[in-house]
């Protein structure tokens, strides 16, 4: 069975899966979470960054708010990073969607095998193998004679020139699991074509801050939140408020996925128009953006927050989902 059609299946298993009994809760206690892009957003564009941000990350943190981080970046790229952000007992959603990782307590023992990588992390994967991709790839760009460089084309120096990254970090961007970044070098026409193409083989085009994104038509961040947002609905017997953050077009599926959702000024001229009726364009740039559409939407909420902790209402990340099953 392909792995999308599990992950698919998983949610609708819910309903036989013992839930907790929320009795007449305060709707103020919902509980929340909050799923974010990486690069231009929670960390800045250029310097990786992100201490404007961290007294909200904190607070969050000792209110039990789950913070998921949703990128571009591989799932090498990404761990380093969860670590230094402080968010390795929350998941993680790497390649734009095409990877999912469950820490221990996101995982249910009827619907994952126990995870083998560090830190028991389930990993699980939405789209379609990368062998296929590359395949694909190959084909059309023979049949369409269309000119574009795969990252897996390119050297370490030259995706470190490209990007920016230190050779370690850009040996991790090339280690691929479900999608494949491409330097675009033909036509705005040959690229709909392309487009068009990839389609009948159940492949999509995303644009990344430097490369487009290849990858499986279901798998993109707003799906993968989607997934997340029910899998904590199904071990906690409640569906969060999410609130999403985002400054590219990569991020627009996520963005509308969520119920409260912020764009990101971006240090780009990039359109980022999600269909979103509670929607924020913040002042600011990366980080301190960030934490501008946080406070937008819930530092009113603040003190209820708090209140909602004490009254043990809120999901708490050290005591775990699991501890609902
Ligand atoms: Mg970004």
Same mark, same amino acid.
């Given at each position: 069975?392909?792995?999308?059609?599990?992950?698919?299946?998983? %949610?609708?298993?819910?309903?036989?899966?013992?839930?907790?009994?929320?009795?007449?809760?305060?709707?103020?206690?919902?509980?929340? #979470?909050?799923?974010?892009?990486?690069?231009?957003?929670?960390?800045?564009?250029?310097?990786?960054?992100?201490?404007?941000?961290?007294?909200? #990350?904190?607070?969050?943190?000792?209110?039990?708010?789950?913070?998921?981080?949703?990128?571009? @970046?591989?799932?090498?790229? #990404?761990?380093?990073?969860?670590? +230094?952000?402080?968010?390795?007992?929350?998941?993680?959603?790497?390649?734009?969607?095409?990877?999912?990782?469950?820490?221990?307590?996101?995982?249910? *023992?009827?619907?994952?095998?126990?995870?083998?990588?560090?830190?028991?992390?389930?990993?699980?994967? %939405?789209?379609?193998?990368?062998?296929?991709?590359?395949?694909?790839? @190959?084909?059309?760009?023979?049949?369409?004679?269309?000119?574009?460089?795969?990252?897996?084309?390119?050297?370490? %120096?030259?995706?470190?020139?490209?990007?920016?990254?230190?050779? +370690?970090?850009? /040996?991790?961007?090339?280690?691929?699991?479900?999608?494949? %970044?491409?330097?675009?070098?033909?036509?705005?026409?040959?690229?709909?074509?392309?487009?068009? *193409?990839?389609?009948?083989?159940?492949?999509?085009?995303?644009?990344?801050?430097?490369?487009?994104?290849?990858?499986?038509?279901?798998?993109? @961040?707003?799906? +993968?939140?989607?997934?997340?947002?029910?899998?904590?609905?199904?071990? /906690?017997?409640?569906?969060?408020?999410?609130?999403? #953050?985002?400054?590219?077009?990569?991020?627009?599926?996520?963005?509308? *996925?969520?119920?409260?959702?912020?764009?990101?000024?971006?240090?780009?001229?990039?359109?980022?128009?999600? /269909?979103?009726?509670?929607?924020? /364009?913040?002042?600011?740039?990366?980080?301190?953006?960030?934490?501008?559409?946080?406070?937008?939407?819930?530092?009113?909420?603040?003190?209820?927050?708090?209140?909602?902790?004490?009254?043990?209402?809120?999901?708490?990340?050290?005591?775990?989902?699991?501890?609902?099953?």
């Amino acid at each position: 069975m392909p792995e999308s059609a599990r992950l698919s299946a998983s %949610p609708a298993s819910s309903a036989s899966m013992p839930l907790e009994a929320p009795i007449s809760v305060d709707p103020a206690l919902q509980p929340r #979470l909050v799923v974010t892009d990486l690069d231009g957003s929670l960390l800045d564009h250029h310097s990786y960054d992100f201490s404007p941000a961290a007294p909200w #990350l904190a607070r969050l943190k000792q209110m039990g708010v789950p913070v998921i981080p949703v990128t571009s @970046k591989t799932r090498a790229e #990404l761990i380093p990073l969860r670590e +230094a952000l402080g968010l390795t007992a929350t998941p993680f959603i790497a390649e734009n969607g095409a990877v999912i990782g469950l820490p221990p307590g996101w995982c249910h *023992a009827r619907l994952d095998r126990p995870g083998s990588g560090r830190d028991g992390v389930v990993i699980k994967h %939405p789209g379609v193998d990368i062998g296929f991709i590359r395949a694909r790839l @190959k084909v059309w760009r023979e049949r369409l004679n269309i000119r574009f460089t795969r990252m897996g084309e390119l050297s370490v %120096p030259e995706v470190m020139e490209l990007t920016g990254l230190d050779a +370690a970090r850009a /040996r991790d961007a090339r280690q691929r699991e479900g999608s494949e %970044p491409l330097l675009w070098q033909d036509t705005e026409a040959a690229l709909e074509a392309f487009r068009v *193409a990839l389609e009948g083989d159940g492949l999509q085009l995303t644009q990344g801050g430097r490369f487009w994104h290849v990858m499986g038509l279901s798998a993109d @961040k707003g799906n +993968a939140v989607e997934w997340l947002v029910k899998r904590f609905a199904a071990l /906690r017997g409640r569906t969060p408020l999410s609130l999403g #953050l985002g400054d590219g077009p990569n991020d627009i599926t996520m963005l509308e *996925a969520v119920d409260q959702a912020v764009v990101i000024r971006g240090c780009h001229d990039l359109v980022v128009e999600p /269909r979103n009726a509670s929607l924020y /364009r913040t002042e600011a740039t990366g980080p301190t953006g960030w934490a501008e559409g946080v406070a937008y939407w819930w530092g009113r909420d603040d003190r209820r927050l708090a209140t909602a902790v004490k009254g043990d209402a809120v999901f708490s990340e050290s005591s775990s989902l699991s501890a609902a099953l």
